[in-house]
């Protein structure tokens, strides 16, 4: 048993601490944020000079072979920077599902080309009215001769228009909702029949609806193919997502981290009745309480990053171990960064309520953090049925 | 970074559920399962089985006759023996005054007084609150004047909320030495045979109708000088290290694993609507809560075993505040569990094994409830541990 963190990964720490001071304040993220592609290139380059773009893919792959520690590093200093780069979608969505359902020909190309910052990516795995259910699959992949016909409606697909590769989940066989029938296909951006409606999401991040109608793919797109029979892809959307949301949740804990030291900031700078608001004891307790939500929350982020890790490792646990950790660390996390979100605006006061101010900005993310890959409720049920 | 316990840490794990295999009396489990009170034979049985095996002080240094278990071996008997229902060990000796005693006493003291706790000779207890000191515990009065000819102190006063007083043989107790300066100050640090004439000890019932609180009254009771822990006058020092130093206990984890499977097999037992109450998806997310929430603590408990820091950090107060409400959490949902069984109340199966009215497990649910609510009042507060935090760790 072992929580901490070696030297090598407090450097990893240290060196992104300084990337947020120097390169990432509050004013050049909104700049990103606000660009035409919601992101900035050029941080892009710099995370793949820094390694991190590499850095949970298997050295065979490319990779750095990094582990639960490396990816707790980076994505709580996502959530520290309120980073908008397509982190997520690319690295550790889009680039754990070629890790694992990929062939040797298709890991070698992509996350290369992923490592090397060539290639933004994206999944698409959730349709409307799914509602977080990944199995939930009504798009189609028919055979035809030489590859696929694609066709159906992808929801709320994170970087989905920025992405150069979109890695989208579509039915070879059976019905919506059936667990098996499910294949994984890699479509290019621009592809006849696509149709991609880009959009801002509220916390500063991009999302799109995508609408596949005949999409052709060849058979070489499958991801796995050659490698892995059709139809079976939903234990590695399943494992990808559950990465997803430990990334989210360790994102979440640094979110938390800022916001709470922003607000006690504002709690000890703030003069009413003649002194600091923070000597009142009323939001003194509220404080402590935000402090042990995130408390409590990092450790379940450290859970979750363990049990579930970015590409499959010859140590993994069980799915079912899996399962449970993440979904009580995402209902935890969900929970807790909904009361975090909620007491920083209020302890700000009519502050809180202003675009202008940075801590708006965390609380709007620790909140929506809760609608990706699974909410509190969903992954309450998923609990209570692994 | 793994969370998964080394070969070696295994192997102790192994060795502790052997032991209680083999060693923890059937009768002793059942009444700590159901929630019964255990008498003080009942606690001495447990603790002079543990005393023989060398495991009753087994986190003590090994030149005070411990063991010298490591953080981790030391949570690990603590969790494997709360989970399998073992008597909780009493904890004012063996985790309280023992350190005290260990960093501060003199070479007598060692050897009477934690040759006594390690062999489950003596019964300790704490004498801290008063009527007028509960949360400000620095503000207690009672009062130690040296007697004439230095030898002695003579104590006058009230010592309240003392847990198991009636059956100690020994009290820890902080007094009154000086009362200028600061209030904090004057304050000293006595070990008190509770045989000293002049001491009274006045049993009081909690709501759940048990008897373990008492006060504790002193006229004119003489103590040697000799009892004193350290300085005159530095007691405070002493009692707020003592507070510190077992950092992951107070979480009460293995207790609680322990609560949250008895739970689950109520919930199990009990029906609503013609399907198990466990199938009730009101109640099902209230359990799934309540299991989360465990989670959380056990990791917690986990990082801070393996940090590497060695000075008593903000972590104790998070540890008391989660765990304790989590302990009220799960008497509550058992509470809830039983229904209206929730009601008899049966005082000859609280005090032995006797058969309640309605399921077997429903007895003891309602009173333990009751009883629990003292576990965020006792030991600092939980309102008191978020003072603790925002100062120390919020800077507020």
Wanted: charged letters at 20%.
């Amino acid at each position: 048993m072992d929580l901490s963190f070696n030297d090598d990964q407090k450097q990893l720490q240290d060196a992104l601490a300084k990337f947020i001071e120097r390169d990432y304040g509050f004013d050049r993220r909104r700049a990103h944020q606000l660009a035409a592609e919601g992101f900035s290139r050029e941080a892009w380059t710099q995370f793949a000079d820094m390694g991190l773009l590499a850095l949970p893919f298997a050295e065979a792959d490319g990779g750095l072979g990094g582990g639960a520690a490396e990816m707790l590093v980076v994505m709580t200093a996502i959530g520290n920077g309120l980073i908008v780069e397509p982190y997520l979608a690319t690295v550790v969505l889009a680039g754990g599902a070629i890790a694992r359902a990929g062939n040797a020909a298709q890991r070698q190309e992509l996350l290369g080309a992923i490592a090397g910052g060539r290639l933004i990516a994206a999944v698409a795995f959730e349709e409307p009215g799914a509602r977080y259910d990944l199995a939930q699959v009504a798009t189609t992949a028919t055979k035809n001769a030489g590859g696929y016909v694609i066709s159906g409606n992808k929801a709320v697909v994170l970087h989905g228009a920025q992405a150069d590769r979109l890695v989208v989940s579509a039915r070879t066989a059976g019905a919506a909702g059936d667990a098996k029938g499910i294949s994984l296909f890699v479509i290019e951006r621009g592809a006849p029949g696509m149709a991609v409606r880009d959009y801002r999401t509220i916390d500063g991040l991009r999302a799109a609806d995508i609408a596949f109608d005949g999409v052709r793919v060849p058979a070489a797109n499958r991801l796995g193919n050659g490698e892995f029979e059709e139809g079976g892809a939903f234990a590695v959307i399943d494992a990808v997502a559950d990465a997803g949301a430990a990334a989210l949740c360790a994102e979440a804990v640094g979110v938390m981290e800022s916001l709470n030291r922003q607000t006690l900031e504002y709690m000890k700078g703030r003069q009413q009745f003649g002194q600091p608001i923070g000597a009142f004891q009323v939001l003194q307790h509220r404080a402590v309480d935000m402090f042990i939500h995130a408390e409590q929350s990092k450790s379940m982020a450290y859970l979750a990053a363990i049990k579930a890790p970015v590409v499959d490792r010859a140590d993994a646990t069980s799915a079912k171990e899996r399962r449970r950790a993440v979904s009580a660390a995402k209902v935890h996390i969900g929970n807790s960064g909904r009361v975090i979100a909620q007491e920083a605006i209020q302890l700000h006061g009519g502050m809180g309520m202003t675009n202008e101010l940075a801590a708006s900005h965390y609380a709007k993310r620790l909140t929506m953090i809760d609608f990706v890959l699974g909410d509190s409720a969903h992954h309450l049920a998923r609990f209570e049925a692994a | 970074m793994d969370v998964d316990y080394s070969a070696e840490a295994l192997a102790f794990r192994d060795e502790v559920c052997a032991f209680l295999r083999d060693n923890l009396p059937g009768d002793l489990r059942r009444k700590v399962i159901e929630h019964r009170h255990l008498k003080r034979e009942d606690y001495m049985r447990w603790q002079d089985i543990l005393a023989a095996r060398g495991w009753l002080a087994g986190h003590w240094p090994k030149e005070f006759g411990g063991q010298g278990w490591n953080h981790v071996q030391a949570h690990i008997f603590d969790d494997e023996t709360s989970v399998a229902g073992a008597p909780r060990v009493v904890p004012f000796g063996i985790n309280m005054v023992a350190p005290v005693i260990m960093a501060f006493g003199t070479p007598r003291q060692k050897e009477v007084y934690l040759t006594g706790i390690r062999t489950n000779k003596h019964w300790w207890c704490q004498g801290y609150s008063e009527p007028g000191a509960g949360s400000d515990l620095a503000s207690l009065k009672t009062r130690a004047e040296l007697s004439g000819d230095g030898t002695h102190y003579v104590i006058n006063g009230q010592k309240t909320w003392t847990t198991m007083a009636h059956w100690a043989d020994m009290m820890f107790c902080l007094v009154r030495t000086a009362s200028d300066g600061r209030k904090q100050e004057g304050i000293s640090f006595l070990l008190i045979d509770m045989k000293t004439p002049g001491i009274t000890v006045r049993p009081f019932l909690t709501l759940d109708e048990d008897h373990s609180l008492n006060d504790v009254f002193f006229d004119n009771v003489r103590v040697p000088v000799e009892n004193r822990v350290g300085e005159e006058g530095k007691g405070w020092t002493y009692a707020k290290f003592l507070l510190g130093f077992e950092r992951t206990v107070v979480a009460g984890l293995g207790g609680s694993k322990r609560e949250l499977a008895t739970l689950k097999r109520i919930a199990a037992t009990e029906m609503r609507n013609g399907r198990p109450l466990a199938e009730d998806p009101r109640f099902a997310a209230k359990l799934a809560l309540a299991e989360i929430e465990l989670m959380a603590l056990d990791m917690t408990v986990m990082r801070v075993l393996s940090s590497r820091s060695k000075s008593p950090g903000p972590e104790a107060s998070i540890l008391k505040i989660k765990g304790t409400v989590l302990q009220q959490t799960l008497t509550e949902l058992m509470m809830e569990a039983a229904g209206p069984y929730a009601l008899p109340f049966v005082p000859e199966a609280q005090d032995s094994l006797a058969d309640g009215v309605g399921p077997a497990h429903a007895a003891q649910l309602a009173a333990t409830y009751f009883n629990w609510r003292k576990v965020s009042i006792f030991g600092g507060s939980n309102e008191i541990q978020k003072n603790i935090i925002a100062k120390a760790v919020l800077g507020l």
